[in-house]
């Protein structure tokens, strides 16, 4: 199994960015963005389940990101709007078969991919 994310970049405060994590393998019951900033622990960004039945984002993204997934292309994607110096970070997808208690938190998933890097100027 294998996550390979894309997208990130530099971007203004107030803009927008798509990041898309492509998935080879097993499918997996959740998938999620998680984001590092530098000297601090890995968030939870957003998650949602393959049936689409559960989607969960975090308080500080949350009406502004829009996760979402195309089954058929087996990718992950991750819309960022309204960008704000806050969000910079490298940003993770992952996978995994979390119970929904643990579906907003790294224990729960599996598998990662390599992140990739969005910083947001102001």
């Known amino acids: 199994v294998q996550l390979q994310a894309s997208g990130g970049g530099l971007v203004q405060a107030g803009g927008s960015l798509r990041l898309t994590c492509a998935a080879s393998?097993?499918?997996?019951?959740?998938y999620g963005w998680f984001r590092q900033a530098p000297g601090k622990e890995r968030e939870f960004v957003a998650t949602?389940?393959?049936?689409?039945?559960?989607?969960v984002y975090a308080d500080s993204v949350k009406g502004r990101f829009t996760i979402s997934r195309d089954n058929a292309k087996n990718t992950v994607s991750l819309e960022m709007n309204s960008l704000k110096p806050e969000d910079t970070a490298v940003y993770y997808c992952a996978a995994g078969n979390p119970i929904i208690i643990f579906d907003s938190a790294p224990e729960g998933y599996t598998h990662w991919g390599q992140g990739t890097l969005v910083t947001v100027s102001s």
């Open positions: 949602l389940r393959s049936t689409g039945n559960r989607i």
């Open positions: 393998g097993r499918t997996f019951r959740s």
